[in-house]
């Protein structure tokens, strides 16, 4: 097999690039609905319910079944192997096509599907637990100082920014709102710019970042006008040789 030049290798990884993205999107899509269903039908538990024992209103199942975590398999008897493995054939028969991964509650053995089961309400405890943790974060003026602007090329080509937290190294969205679309699309690539706010707090302005990508984007591009050149050069070449050689026979 021929061994695949640059071009080509950056050609299949941007087709790849473009089909997760569609995945992303419609998976995004797929679980938008999902929410939205739940919303109109009530599917989701309340705390007053999941106390009174209520069960899980999108499988039917107990929440809980108060039976116990599972131990580890190497330290389940055989009777408890198989009850296990028979719990574990029922849930993929019931969520085949779900792709949710599963969700269960400490001190319980009974599986929830993560597409099909809304998870679990928050306690007054787990709430009081996270308004201490918010209460406990620098204010938003501090925390501007950490945060970069990233490029987001989507599936449709349009670039939009997107700001987080500068000690993560890639961007982990997989789709986001196109403002020129009017809709989710799909992340195809990300870059990082820069920071995202000046020193006086007020959001820096992208003409800057925007001139440097272009820039990159030029010099991408006039690489790739060379190499073309080189092999137009190198292919007139050999229609001169191959001729040269015709016109020698006898």
Same mark, same amino acid.
């Given at each position: 097999?021929?061994?695949?030049?640059?071009?080509?290798?950056?050609?299949?990884?941007?087709?790849?690039?473009?089909? =997760?993205?569609?995945?992303?999107?419609?998976?995004?899509?797929?679980?938008?609905? !999902?929410?939205?269903?739940? *919303?109109?039908?009530?599917?989701? +538990?309340?705390?007053?319910?999941?106390? &009174?024992?209520?069960?899980?209103? $999108?499988?039917?199942?107990?929440?809980?079944?108060?039976?116990?975590?599972?131990?580890? %398999?190497?330290?389940?008897?055989?009777?408890?192997?198989?009850?296990?493995?028979?719990?574990?054939?029922?849930?993929?028969?019931?969520? @085949?096509?779900?792709? $949710?991964?599963?969700? =269960? #509650? =400490?001190?319980?053995?009974?599986?929830?599907?993560?597409?099909?089961?809304?998870?679990?309400?928050?306690?007054?405890?787990?709430?009081? *637990?996270?308004?201490?943790?918010?209460? =406990?974060?620098?204010? /938003?003026?501090?925390?501007?100082?950490?945060?970069?602007?990233?490029? +987001?090329? %989507?599936?449709?080509?349009?670039?939009?920014?997107?700001?987080?937290?500068?000690?993560?190294?890639?961007?982990?969205?997989?789709?986001?709102?196109?403002?020129?679309?009017?809709?989710?699309?799909?992340?195809?690539?990300?870059?990082?710019?820069?920071?995202?706010?000046?020193?006086?707090?007020? #959001?820096?302005?992208?003409?800057? @970042?925007?001139? $440097? /990508? %272009?820039?990159?984007?030029?010099? @991408? &591009?006039?690489?790739?006008?060379?190499? !073309?050149?080189?092999?137009?050069?190198?292919?007139?070449?050999?229609? @001169?040789? +191959? !001729?040269?050689?015709? $016109?020698?026979?006898?």
């Amino acid at each position: 097999m021929a061994k695949l030049t640059e071009e080509q290798k950056r050609q299949r990884a941007a087709k790849r690039a473009l089909r =997760s993205a569609l995945d992303a999107e419609a998976d995004d899509r797929r679980r938008r609905e !999902q929410d939205e269903r739940w *919303k109109r039908e009530g599917t989701r +538990l309340s705390w007053a319910d999941y106390v &009174a024992g209520e069960p899980c209103r $999108g499988c039917g199942e107990p929440m809980q079944d108060g039976l116990g975590d599972w131990y580890p %398999l190497m330290k389940l008897s055989e009777s408890e192997k198989r009850e296990y493995e028979e719990a574990d054939r029922r849930f993929r028969e019931r969520h @085949a096509d779900c792709r $949710g991964g599963r969700w =269960s #509650i =400490s001190g319980s053995r009974v599986t929830h599907c993560g597409f099909c089961c809304p998870p679990p309400p928050m306690g007054p405890k787990q709430l009081e *637990k996270l308004a201490r943790l918010f209460a =406990s974060w620098p204010s /938003r003026e501090e925390r501007k100082k950490d945060l970069d602007t990233w490029d +987001l090329t %989507l599936r449709c080509d349009h670039v939009v920014p997107h700001i987080q937290h500068r000690e993560h190294s890639h961007v982990s969205a997989r789709v986001v709102d196109c403002p020129e679309c009017g809709e989710r699309r799909g992340v195809v690539s990300s870059e990082r710019v820069g920071p995202a706010y000046r020193d006086d707090g007020t #959001i820096r302005e992208r003409a800057a @970042a925007d001139r $440097g /990508r %272009l820039t990159r984007e030029l010099a @991408a &591009a006039e690489a790739k006008l060379t190499r !073309q050149r080189k092999n137009a050069a190198a292919t007139q070449r050999r229609i @001169a040789e +191959l !001729q040269e050689e015709l $016109g020698s026979e006898p």
